[in-house]
């Protein structure tokens, strides 16, 4: 199953010796041969695990040796994070954590690993899991990543009832029922306490779900807590590429060395891909946790700005956009 997933994904597994995993940027992923295997890894969970490297850094990644990643430099770790988080949400979904569980020296950070791993949204490796679990649903892996862990999730559950306690087999665990909105079901919170929670004409609805909501209801997998505006700045990042500024708006006089006239219109200006006047947001070598944001000029901000609605329809665009948000 996982040879012809890996096939139809656009990867040609080869077995050998000399590498325990390893891609050649042309089309071919080399997995170890069993002498160069630990005890409780398999073919299966070798080529699930490259695929998930895969989704962490992209289409892209699949024409690059090793998907661009380099196992000595400093950025290794946080994308080995990513990784298995990524392969924790995937395999909870089909109850296959135990069997595709990781046995390299990352094994201590995923058995630590438990409830909404997606919650810290400030942890760059969390970033990198979100964007991968968005790419899971598109090609080159969609359909046939989901239709692999669904057909091995049969196996699994019609072995596990034979299985010996020292297998793998007896890891199994049920597949958590869909949440009643038909996403897949959460470790955490409430649709109540929800950030994606809004009331409309004296009904709760989601914003996610595009439907109406119990508020008593668990939170589904992309439960998010109350928003924090410094943990985000979606608004003013990449979410949008112009911001524009009426002329009598007294952001005009007041931050004047913020403001570009275009003759036609006047807008923010931008740094790159983002507001000229938002700040925060690094990431210090050797930390996977960005800065805090914050705006210099948030008490003259423009009136765009400010009505700006934290936990809107378009907040939630912007945090899909920036990858902080499923």
Known sequence: MWLGAARRIGLRVVRTPDAYAATDGCGTLAIGTTEALDADDSLAQMIFHELC???????????????????????????????????????GRHGLRGL??????????????????????????????IAALRRADKP???????????????????????ADAATLWSTIASAPAPHPTG????????????????????????????????????GCERYEAALDCQ???????????????????????????????RRTYLEIRRNGDRCAALHGGEVAPGSEKQTRFHCVI??????TCREFTLGSEHCLT???RVGLSL
């Open 318 to 320: 912007a945090r899909r």
């Open 53 to 91: 490297h895969s989704l962490v850094e992209g289409e892209e990644s699949f024409a690059r040796p090793d998907w661009g990643m380099d196992n000595t430099g400093p950025d290794h770790d946080w994308r080995e994070h990513a990784c298995l988080r990524t392969q924790y949400v995937l395999t």
């Open 298 to 303: 948030y008490e003259d901000r423009p009136r």
């Open 183 to 218: 996403l897949p079901a959460g470790s955490a919170g409430s649709c109540g306490t929800c950030a994606w929670r809004f009331d409309q004409r004296g009904a709760s609805r989601c914003r996610q779900a595009q439907a109406k909501v119990d508020p008593a209801w668990a």
């Open 140 to 162: 080159p892996w969609a359909p046939a990543l989901t239709e692999a862990l669904e057909a091995t999730a049969k196996i699994a559950q019609s072995s596990q009832p034979f």
């Open 231 to 261: 943990t985000c700045g979606a608004c003013c990042r990449a979410a949008y590429h112009s911001v524009e500024v009426a002329r009598r708006d007294p952001a005009v006089k007041a931050q004047p060395e913020y403001i570009v006239d």
């Open 100 to 129: 595709f569980a990781p046995t390299t020296d990352f094994r201590a950070f995923w058995d630590a690993l438990s409830g909404d791993v997606l919650a810290d949204r400030t942890d760059r490796s969390v970033q990198a899991a």
